[in-house]
């Protein structure tokens, strides 16, 4: 490109290198370049302690789903089958709306995650006599044994994410989370009976 009329090409910007891996990579001179611009589109709430630990709360649960899809195909279950089972597993005779409620999905996908374990011997379906609007759930004897398997794969990867945390910093972790849990559930007592049911 021509230098403009009348000036001269401004010399190229020196950089200094460093080490990355195996690759040379140029330091950013900042007299030169001046100071390096945040990502388009951060925001200052990004800095924000609470903002910056809701967006990795959601982080982590996208991953989370991700790994156990795979840790659960083997046993041909999904995370939605999964965690119906493991509610189930602390419960006797629960509701559809019951279960509904603990793993936070609409009816029309719980049925249809129902009907998967039903028609695989792993639940029981039944409406009580006293009122035949309600409809309960439990394990049959091999649903629960396929629970004892999926309780142990979630420890297992629980246990590995949690590895390098120390056991204090988790129990106040797991205060923080009962908290906001507790501000997501309007209820009082159902937001108890949640927290603790693990």
């Known amino acids: ?85 493991l509610y189930l597993s602390k419960t006797t005779d629960a ?31 039944s409406e009580p006599a006293h009122d035949r609007r309600i409809t309960c759930l439990r394990l049959t004897s091999a649903g629960q044994e396929i629970c004892e398997s999926v309780l142990a794969q979630f420890v297992s990867h629980s246990q590995e994410l949690l590895r390098h945390v120390a056991e204090e910093e988790i129990g106040r972790t797991s205060d923080v989370l009962a908290t906001m849990l507790a501000q997501l559930i309007d209820d009082p007592a159902q937001a108890r009976r949640v927290a603790e049911l693990f």
């Not at 509701?95 to 029981?124: E, F, H, N, P």
Request: no cysteine; aromatic share 4%; proline share 9%.
């Open 95 to 125: 509701s559809m709306g019951q279960v509904a409620d603990y793993i936070v999905i609409d009816r029309t996908s719980l049925t249809r995650a129902i009907d998967k374990l039903v028609a695989g011997g792993l639940v029981i379906r």
């Open 1 to 85: 490109m021509l230098p403009p009329q009348g000036g001269e090409i401004a010399p190229w910007p020196q950089h200094e290198f460093e080490m990355v891996g195996s690759a040379p990579v140029a330091r950013r001179d900042e007299s030169v370049l001046g100071p390096s611009e945040p990502p388009a589109g951060r925001s200052e709430a990004a800095g924000q302690p609470r903002v910056r630990l809701a967006y990795l709360l959601v982080q982590v649960a996208l991953r989370r789903e991700r790994a156990m899809e795979n840790m659960l195909a083997p046993l041909g279950l999904s995370p939605t089958q999964s965690r119906v089972l």
